[in-house]
């Protein structure tokens, strides 16, 4: 069965950073797509990175709102995932979550992770 768990999250100022954790277990993660998304109070839950590996190449996406100051990295061989967050807003508060996708959608979930930015 897949696991998704999620660590790293906390409260820190605006400006600040922290990294987030997604440790997958239940099967070999290597080929597929992984991500970040988020929910913020009162919105619906909303992409934030995305990255990929094929033929030795790492595709990323990012949502428009965090290009720049976030960075998604995967280490396959610890099927584990990163979300470092730097120059955080106030508006990146949010639960975040991480995600293997299937068939090009995400699918597997994590429990989730609070960030809260502090202005």
């Known amino acids: 069965q897949v696991q998704l768990v999620e660590s790293g999250g906390g409260l820190v100022q605006a400006v600040g950073s922290l990294r987030l954790f997604c440790a997958a277990s239940?099967?070999?993660?290597?080929?597929?797509?992984m991500g970040w998304f988020r929910q913020a109070p009162g919105k619906e839950r909303e992409f934030v990175a995305s990255?990929?590996?094929?033929?030795?190449?790492?595709?990323?996406s990012y949502a428009a709102s965090v290009k720049g100051r976030f960075t998604i990295s995967r280490n396959n061989a610890e099927n584990t995932m990163y979300l470092q967050m730097n120059s955080l807003k106030p508006e990146d508060t949010a639960v975040y979550y991480c995600?293997?996708?299937?068939?090009?959608?995400?699918?597997?979930w994590g429990q989730g992770t609070q960030v809260t930015v502090s202005s």
């Open positions: 995600t293997i996708y299937s068939r090009g959608l995400p699918n597997y």
């Open positions: 239940g099967r070999t993660f290597s080929s597929a797509t």
């Open positions: 990255i990929s590996e094929n033929s030795g190449t790492t595709y990323s």
